[in-house]
């Protein structure tokens, strides 16, 4: 299959590492020379400078730029895609369609570990394309349909904003243990290894089994559980999710 990522940014290169393992991928970009730069890196990939009408009539369009930039973008492009791909957060399906002309229109959340063929994605729109979308995305990893838009723009603060999430954990474990005087690099290497092994469990136990069977009476672990209640982790943890998935609809309603 061939697909055209409109966009040269993060993601826009985390999918198409993973991408170009299986299809034949353009990558079409308002930097000629940022272009070049990651032809270097992928030299499988097809680039494009971004005309002032860029005729997308035929291709599958995976768009991959911000929000914000959207219009901006959308005016340069000119005839119907066959199939208009957004990883766009938040950006509904109604106002894509005004935005860009396409046969069928399809909305997903991938997250940052595309770039190791790891992403967790979401997808939902047009019936008629969810075949071609789950086949590009499963390349990267691992594909889920969702029914609507409020479950992919929910699924949004779980899988596309997440890895900030769990990246914020990672930093503070190792902060703590530094604090308490272990050497950074021995801190870090030993957050890496907690956070695959626990990720290896997760597949197949409920996280409240894994907590259980940690925490002893008296225990460590229970000493440490206790400190994180007292900062309100759980709170915070609900709350950013609660946050994230607002600011999906806010900018929905642009
Ligand atoms: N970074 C992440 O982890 C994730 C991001 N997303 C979504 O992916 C999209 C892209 O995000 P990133 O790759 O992180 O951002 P980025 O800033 O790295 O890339 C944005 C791309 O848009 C291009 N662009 C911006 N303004 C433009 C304009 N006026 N004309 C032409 N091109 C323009 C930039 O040159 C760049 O290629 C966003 O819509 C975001 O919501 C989705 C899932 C995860
Ligand atoms: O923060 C953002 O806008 C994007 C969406 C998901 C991850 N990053």
Redesign the pocket.
């Known amino acids: 299959m061939k697909l055209t990522l409109i966009?040269?940014?993060?993601?826009?290169q985390s999918l198409a590492i993973g991408l170009v393992k299986n299809h034949e991928v353009e990558m079409i970009?308002?930097?000629i020379n940022k272009l070049k730069l990651i032809h270097e890196k992928i030299p499988q990939l097809t680039i494009k400078e971004?005309s002032d009408k860029e005729d997308i009539t035929g291709k599958n369009v995976i768009f991959?730029?911000?929000?914000y930039?959207l219009e901006?973008?959308s005016v340069r492009l000119t005839g119907v895609a066959d199939v208009l791909i957004s990883?766009?957060?938040g950006t509904k399906l109604d106002y894509l369609k005004k935005q860009i002309k396409a046969k069928s229109y399809i909305r997903t959340?991938?997250?940052?570990a595309a770039s190791v063929q790891n992403s967790m994605t979401t997808v939902t729109g047009d019936i008629e394309s969810k075949a071609i979308a789950l086949e590009a995305f499963s390349s990267i990893g691992e594909a889920i349909w969702v029914n609507n838009e409020t479950q992919l723009d929910i699924a949004s603060a779980i899988t596309?904003s997440g890895?900030a999430f769990l990246a914020l954990v990672a930093e503070a474990i190792a902060d703590g243990a530094v604090k308490v005087g272990l050497e950074r690099h021995l801190a870090q290497h030993l957050v890496q290894g907690l956070f695959s092994g626990t990720a290896s469990i997760l597949k197949h136990t409920h996280p409240a089994v894994i907590k259980d069977s940690v925490m002893s009476p008296a225990g460590t672990t229970a000493a440490g559980y206790a400190k994180l209640e007292e900062g309100s982790v759980r709170d915070a943890f609900i709350k950013a999710i609660e946050g994230s998935f607002t600011k999906s609809q806010k900018i929905a309603e642009k």
């Open positions: 966009g040269n940014g993060i993601m826009a970009g308002r930097d971004l991959c730029v911000k929000p930039a901006s973008v990883i766009l957060a959340m991938p997250n940052v596309g890895p």
